[in-house]
Each structure stands twice: as C-alpha cells, then as structure tokens.
C-alpha cells in the first residue's frame, strides 16, 4: 500500500483540468527518460531538477512528472522547474518516497496537487506553476551564499587529494589517439550540446578536432554525423553502438581503482584504458587532452559557471573549476568558438565568385533574342564612343 503525506490545504493549481497518463517510475532520472514516451507520468525521486534533467524530461513529452523529492530545494536556484513549467508539463512536487511505490505502467490521474490510481488518492504534493517557481527561485538566491562556502571547502579538499594529477599530470596514462598539436572538441551531453555542435559544423570540416565524448556525449557526436575518436567516462549513459564504434575507450575510475564501467566495455569485446581519478568525467578528458599536448581544447555541453556546477548536485564538481584554471589557457567555450568562429573566404575566392555571377549574367541575356538586342545596341553604342574619342585626337 502506498503512503500518503498529510494534505497541506489547497494546492496551487488545484482548479486545473486533470491529466491522466501511464506510470513511468525511475529513481534516475535520466535512465528514466529513455523509456518515455508522450503522454506518459514520470515518477521520479530528484532534489533540485536541474537544466539537463528538465531539457530531458521536455524531450521525452510527458505529460506530467510527479517528484517524490523537492524540485527546488532553496539550496540554489535551479532551472529545472521553470523549464518544465513553461513547457506546459505538469510538475507536482515534494509527494514524499511513498509515489516511487506507484506500478509501473500504472494508469494515473492527476488532480491538482493530488495523485489518484482507480479514484483513490495515493499521494499529495503542490503542483508548481509559475508564481511557486519564481517564489522558490527568490528564496534559493537568498540561500546561496552558504553554497558558494561549502563549493570553496570542497575545491580545497580536491587539491588536496589531487595535486599532483592537477599540478604535474601525474597519473594520467598513456592513450593511442594522436593528440599532440592537434584541437581537441570534448562534448558532454549538458546544455545547449546539440545546437553548439550545428554551430560547430564548419569549424569540425575545416579543423578535423580530435572528437571525445564524455558518456553520453559520444552518442551526441554520433547522432551529428561524426565518429568519437575517444570516449571517456564511467560508462553509465553511453550506448554500446558508441561503445562498438571504433573510438578508444577510456574508463573513469575512483582512486581506489574501482571502475564500475570497466566490465560493461569488457563485454563488449573493447579493452579499455582506465583512468583513476576523484574528480568528474569531463575534468579528465580536458587534463587527458591537455597532458597530451593539444593545442586548443573546445568545449561542448560543459559546466563554466557556478550555478552549473551546482546543478551537477554534488561536491566533486569543485574538481571542474579547478580544471578549468588548469587548463584555461587552452579552452575555448564552444558558444564563443561558434561567434568567433567565420569559414575563411579569400578576396581573390570573393572576386572570382562575383565574376562568376556577372558572366552567368551576361549567358541568360545572350541566350534571348532581347539580350542579343541589348548587346548589339551596347556594341553599337561603344563604337560611337571610340569614334568620338578618336575624332578628338585626330586618329
């Protein structure tokens, strides 16, 4: 039986049109997005949504996500919710670990703030709209500053224990792909990472980067039209089509030399190289592309701000900030490359293309009885003023 919280009075939204749909539940989120489809309720257990998760979910369509959690929990403020709101996706929020007990493929009804299975009522949450999102963002932005202490605790703490792989690249092994003096475009499936890469397009043909994909990122490559080069990660969101397609394999492991992700790669036939390191995945694919000797480092979909570390939602993001100062010289935001970034035309290409166009001109008119008219009476023309020219200095 599931339990039910306490109703809390009325909930906002409360008057709205009911929405019903299939259970989906999923303690991941974004293992809970592949198996979506529109239409479907997604029950999830997810403290503070963030823009990855919410962009996600908007994806997949469903018609509603029911969180056993808070989606805003004033720690920071969050983009989550008001991405899912302003999608027109309902999102009912803090209903409490009883709603992960819902079947899966359960018919559920939506009222309100209230979840319903066959009539009964199995959970109570408030139902967020607009005004309840901007009231948790005010709140959240009050709450920041302990936030930003405890991301100066933790980045300390990751020096201490990483210096040095930070300082001296000590740790980092040895890897066949051909790096040294080359750009490398590392691609984690995080924000804005498909229309970076369409604004990328040009700058890949041209410049042939290396192409890593952290996890996911090496389907977002794939799914662009390209080949990864080189896939890093723990291996927990990639495909095995990314896996089998070729790219030199690179697992993330924990210090102690645990790699979840190391069996999975074995299975598929690929024999990887493992990479032991405390901090994230993308943080090792920018100190392995550096280590190597890249000579420029694009980043798609990575994390460069403080809410974005944040919305990673866990204190090893400390290690990216760190990274980022440790390679700064090197990296180029994919946002910046895309406006910096113009495909180079010479003056000569540009003259030669305007005479291409004069002289693809001059054929449409010839090939008219108007045009051959207008050329006679052009040429005509001229010869008058050859003949007044030549009268003038008595030729």
Avoid: C
């Avoid at 259970?23 to 997604?42: F, H």
């Avoid at 896939?231 to 896996?243: E, H, K, P, Q, T």
């Avoid at 397609?245 to 690929?270: C, K, M, Q």
């Amino acid at each position: 039986m599931i339990l039910r919280k306490p109703a809390r009075g009325p909930e906002p939204g409360a008057d709205l049109p009911e929405v019903r749909g299939t259970a989906r539940v999923g303690s991941r989120t974004k293992d809970l997005t592949k198996r979506l489809k529109p239409g479907d309720v997604a029950v999830i257990d997810h403290v503070d949504i963030d823009r990855v998760a919410a962009d996600a979910l908007v994806t997949a369509g469903p018609a509603a996500v029911l969180n056993a959690a808070r989606s805003t929990s004033g720690r920071y403020p969050n983009a989550g919710p008001g991405i899912l709101v302003e999608a027109g996706i309902v999102l009912v929020d803090d209903l409490g670990p009883g709603v992960m007990s819902l079947p899966e493929g359960a018919s559920v009804t939506v009222d309100g703030g209230r979840v319903l299975v066959d009539g009964a009522t199995v959970a109570e949450g408030t139902r967020q709209d607009a005004a309840t999102v901007e009231a948790d963002m005010v709140t959240s932005r009050e709450g920041l500053s302990e936030e930003i202490e405890n991301f100066a605790e933790n980045t300390m703490t990751y020096l201490r224990k990483e210096r040095d792989l930070l300082l001296d690249g000590v740790g980092v092994p040895d890897v066949r792909t051909h790096i040294d003096g080359r750009h490398v475009l590392i691609v984690v499936r995080g924000y804005h990472y498909r229309e970076d890469l369409a604004m990328l397009r040009s700058y890949i043909t041209e410049n042939r980067p290396v192409l890593v994909g952290v996890d996911g990122g090496a389907d977002a490559i794939i799914d662009a039209g390209w080949k990864p080069d080189m896939i890093v990660g723990d291996m927990d969101s990639v495909s095995d089509r990314a896996l089998s397609s070729g790219a030199e394999i690179v697992v993330h492991a924990y210090r102690d030399g645990n790699a979840p992700g190391l069996e999975r790669v074995r299975d598929l036939g690929v024999e990887p190289v493992v990479f032991p390191a405390t901090g994230t995945s993308e943080d090792i694919a920018m100190l392995l592309a550096d280590d190597k000797g890249a000579e420029l480092i694009v980043a798609v979909g990575t994390h460069a701000t403080l809410v974005e570390f944040l919305d990673k939602g866990r204190a090893g993001m400390a290690s990216t900030f760190l990274t980022r100062l440790r390679v700064g010289g090197k990296l180029v935001d994919a946002k910046g490359v895309s406006r910096l970034y113009r495909t180079r035309i010479s003056n000569l290409q540009l003259t030669l293309l305007s005479l291409a166009g004069v002289a693809a001109v001059l054929a449409a008119l010839w090939s008219t009885s108007a045009g051959q008219t207008f050329f006679g009476l052009v040429g005509a023309r001229i010869d008058d003023i050859v003949s007044w020219v030549g009268s003038l200095f008595g030729v």
